[in-house]
């Protein structure tokens, strides 16, 4: 398992960021943390605690009210577009963020905007989809595919763009066990192939055994950060149901279980 | 997993696939107009194209029985408040053969074109007008194209979840129509937000590029013919 050495220079960095919406919600507050290079991140917390705003602060989607997103230790806003490139961001409903009628176009999309030529971007396009498995498909209507297939086609257009940093909202939700399955092993293959991966999550039974570090959030908050087995204990305090009885059995043993792929 | 509606684009060959989206889009824009000023055996003219072009694309019998209930519906109103209005059988009969022609042009477009190339042909047609953001507006009608389809999916769950809950057994209209209408928008809305959100994180811009193909000796061919039966269209 590899751990973030704090000491070497992070990939993406958050500093003191809070967020409140109209009405006086505060969906962040003062959230700190960094992010190291090829690291498997967990972030997780029950509906509400602040997740999915944080997600859209890291690709510049929101702008914080206070504090800021470090990408390489430059501020995300200084070059927004290059930044997105960069961190790919994989959303909780597959199907509205397709934009196109075929597999392939819509893959398509991100190089496209990037004004990359066409050679380059059918290039790309076949290469995303080989890595996602959907390359027999590249001429498939996109509202043919099953929820799996949709959320794969959602990695491969972020894919297309040669991200760094890939961060997935809710991957596994509405999906079924062979669905969960072949995100996962996506996942994990992305993991390998030396992508930083950010998958924010209130499952932690379908993924936790493969990541390297956890973030348990709660009311905006950052309540824990550590490595998986030694803040698991803590997760069911916050709403996160886990596969066992954490005052009976080791947390190890627990999170031994928590893959959908063992 | 979805089916291919009637109202989305079809991977089933038709001889209108390969045309360029920017004859297409004219044609289809031609027509429509005509539908409403052509005489009798000129819309008879027009229908006969429409029927014959939708056709060819092979449509699923299923989904046209389908929406053809709706687009029959339609025709049934259309039929009465014309014929209220204006008191002659025959005059309604051509107000519903010119809404019908108007749908399956409609549905040829829709079904022989990718909500792509329908963008890229109306930012060709709206590039060189003033004070307008094509690419803006281009963007709009493709997705607009891409989820009228999802919308009605949509609706129909919507409308399942209603029954399941005795809406039948509900007496004011109104109620009916909201219970209808509320969440639908509701849906609209996030679905909008979403796809704004993930069309920004996939670093959409309103100055795009746009790369159009040259029309081909087939796109004049096409423009030409449709010319043709247009112009015999106003003669008959």
Known sequence: ?262 | MAEIDLFHYSPVPSPLKNLDPRIKFSLLLLYTVLIYQVHTWGLVLLTAIATILFFSGKPSLKHLLFRGKGILILGILIYFATYGAEKNTITALLSVLRFVTTVLLGMCLISTTLPEEIEKAVYWFLKPLPFISASVIATRIRLTFMFIPDLMETAEKIKEARISRCIQRERNPFKKMTTLIIPLLSSVIERAEVTAFAMEARCYTDKKHYTLKHLTLKDYAAAAVGLGAAGLSILL
């Open chain 1, 1 to 262: 398992m590899h751990f973030f050495n704090q000491k070497t220079m992070a990939l993406l960095e958050v500093v003191h960021l809070s967020k409140s919406f109209p009405g006086g919600t505060e969906a962040l507050k003062d959230v700190s943390f960094l992010v190291g290079e090829g690291e498997f991140l967990v972030i997780s917390g029950k509906n509400g605690s602040g997740k999915s705003v944080l997600m859209r602060h890291l690709n510049g989607l929101y702008k914080p009210d206070e504090g800021k997103v470090l990408y390489r230790g430059t501020p995300i806003f200084k070059d927004i577009l290059m930044v997105r490139q960069k961190i790919g961001m994989v959303f909780q409903n597959s199907s509205s963020q397709i934009v196109s009628q075929t597999v392939g176009k819509d893959v398509a999309f991100g190089p496209e905007n990037l004004h990359i030529n066409a050679v380059e971007q059918n290039k790309r396009t076949n290469k995303a989809l080989e890595d996602v498995g959907l390359l027999d498909k590249i001429d498939h209507n996109t509202r043919t595919l099953s929820g799996g297939e949709k959320r794969r086609l959602a990695i491969a257009g972020i894919l297309a763009m040669n991200p760094e940093i890939i961060i997935l909202d809710e991957p596994f939700s509405n999906l079924d066990f062979p669905g969960v399955q072949q995100v996962l092993r996506q996942i994990l293959f992305l993991h390998k192939k030396g992508h930083t991966i950010i998958c924010i999550t209130h499952e932690l039974d379908k993924v936790l055994y493969h990541a390297d570090r956890l973030i348990l959030m709660d009311k905006g908050s950052i309540v824990c950060d550590n490595i998986p087995g030694k803040i698991l204990i803590k997760a069911p305090q916050y709403g996160i149901r886990i596969p066992g009885n954490i005052e009976k059995e080791p947390p190890l043993l627990i999170l031994e279980r928590m893959s959908w792929l063992k």
